[in-house]
């Protein structure tokens, strides 16, 4: 079974700075792209981007140039800096991986979901 572990969120000021992190662990053969999705009170559940296992990070038009996604694969990690941060970002943050436990089997699995607040 592959889980995965978010951390980072909490409440911060506009204009502020957050990193979230989320470690994937158990069985993994593999991991594909890795990615951060999030959902505000009241709306549905939107992209904020995701990265591939090699090539180039995608962004929500919303979050480019505030935010940027990394990953360390040696770690099963992947993260997400948040500069500039608005009251519209807040929302619960989930991560979500494309992961291969073993070579003949493949699924999508979610984070629990971390709640980031920007307020003053």
């Known amino acids: 079974q592959v889980q995965l572990a978010e951390s980072g969120g909490g409440l911060v000021q506009p204009g502020g700075s957050l990193r979230l992190s989320c470690a994937a662990s158990?069985?993994?053969?593999?991991?594909?792209?890795m990615g951060w999705y999030r959902q505000a009170p009241g709306k549905e559940r939107e992209l904020v981007a995701t990265i591939p296992k090699g090539g180039s990070a995608n962004y929500a038009d919303s979050v480019k140039g505030r935010f940027t996604v990394s990953r360390d694969s040696a770690k099963n990690t992947v993260y997400v800096q948040m500069n500039s941060l608005k009251p519209e970002d807040t929302a619960v943050y989930y991560c979500?991986?494309?992961?291969?436990?073993?070579?003949?089997?493949?699924?999508?699995?979610w984070g629990q979901g971390t709640l980031v607040t920007v307020s003053s």
């Open positions: 979500k991986a494309a992961v291969w436990p073993s070579i003949n089997s493949y699924r999508e699995v």
């Open positions: 158990g069985n993994i053969f593999s991991i594909d792209a």
